[in-house]
């Protein structure tokens, strides 16, 4: 029996070179489908960091607050130049250093809100703090400026004026803000400021002083109420009065005659003394000093003094005893030399 084959049919072999170049081609186009996405990511990451870092570093948000960190700092030339605010004529012992620094110490809580629109294509930054317990706000306006390495933004403030205070003191020539020595021609200064900030002023001597008196100033142009201080006598010049009024009138006391020399108190009776006379002080005087004049005068003084001794009745004869306390009044001029003082007492017959 015989079994017949059919003849096989062999298909033609696959060029290897047209399979690999498909290959490759297809793993080209991966490459560079992938090498697409990471740049194209890498522009989104870059569009997105740029635009974060903009709004963070170079936003009207972060010159206002490099403003304030120069203000803390009491660096008043870089605050100067942030604010390109115009600088009036006057003192300007609270524009840097310790009393521009100390003018920042008084604000707690402080916050810088998120800019929003403003006319002219500008920017308002809002400034959020307390002093003490008072919750105040200072406004900033931001205009934009030129474009750093292309794609940065720059933010100036809009010029202002720097607002002022304006200040008086009795009797002196100087004083201080924010700790700051300041001369007071004729008694009175202005004083240049940036803002926000908190200004003390006050004047302080060993003889004489005025308590402290604070101003918060929270814009530019603001209308800030003159600050007065009332200078006054210290403890140390009124003891100094009160112990030579003191030793005075001791110094009366041991006259033992019915009318001390130079004093103000004196007795008188139409009978004999008949024994030795005694002056004793009851009350001494209180001492106040105040200005008068451009001067400083000692308020009237009234001294409370007793005075003893025994008389005989030149008709009857009898000894009695003689005791009277009794108010006598005088002046007492106050001559200053610098810290020295002169206290003469004046009394009129």
């Given at each position: 029996?015989?079994?017949s ?14 399979v ?10 991966k ?29 009207p ?38 009393a521009?620094?100390k ?51 720059s ?86 009065v ?7 009138l001791d ?18 009776t139409?009978?004999?003394?008949v ?75």
């Amino acid at each position: 029996m015989s079994v017949s084959q059919e003849p096989r049919v062999h298909a033609p072999a696959p060029r290897a070179g047209t399979v690999d170049g498909v290959k490759n081609g297809t793993k080209l186009i991966k490459i560079a489908a992938i090498w697409l996405l990471i740049f194209l990511l890498g522009i989104a990451a870059s569009i997105v960091t740029i635009s974060m870092v903009n709004a963070k570093d170079f936003g009207p948000e972060k010159t206002v607050a490099n403003y304030l960190a120069a203000l803390k700092a009491g660096d008043g030339a870089t605050a100067l130049g942030l604010s390109q605010a115009k600088v009036p004529g006057a003192n300007a012992a609270a524009l840097d250093g310790e009393a521009l620094a100390k003018s920042q110490e008084a604000l707690k809580d402080v916050s810088i809100a998120e800019a929003v629109p403003a006319p002219d294509d500008q920017k308002k930054v809002t400034v959020n703090y307390k002093v003490g317990d008072t919750a105040l706000s200072t406004d900033f306006l931001l205009a934009p400026g030129e474009k750093h390495w292309l794609f940065f933004d720059s933010w100036t403030m809009v010029p202002t004026t720097l607002p002022v205070i304006n200040a008086s003191v009795v009797n002196a020539n100087q004083a201080s803000i924010n700790g700051a020595d300041a001369n007071m021609p004729d008694g009175s200064n202005t004083f240049a400021v940036f803002y926000p900030g908190s200004y003390e002023m006050e004047y302080r001597s060993p003889l004489f002083a005025a308590p402290p008196v604070t101003r918060t100033v929270t814009a530019a142009g603001e209308s800030n109420a003159t600050v007065s201080l009332a200078t006054g006598p210290t403890s140390d010049l009124l003891s100094q009065v009160d112990g030579t009024i003191r030793k005075y009138l001791d110094a009366c006391a041991k006259q033992a005659v019915l009318m001390p020399t130079g004093c103000p108190m004196t007795a008188e009776t139409n009978n004999r003394v008949v024994s030795p006379v005694k002056w004793s002080i009851v009350e001494y005087p209180p001492i106040a000093i105040s200005p008068f004049g451009g001067q400083w005068v000692v308020a009237p003084l009234n001294v409370k003094a007793q005075v003893e001794y025994e008389e005989q009745d030149l008709f009857t004869g009898l000894i009695s005893p003689v005791k009277q306390p009794k108010n006598f009044g005088f002046t007492a001029k106050l001559t200053i030399t610098g810290n020295n003082v002169v206290v003469t007492p004046v009394v009129e017959y």
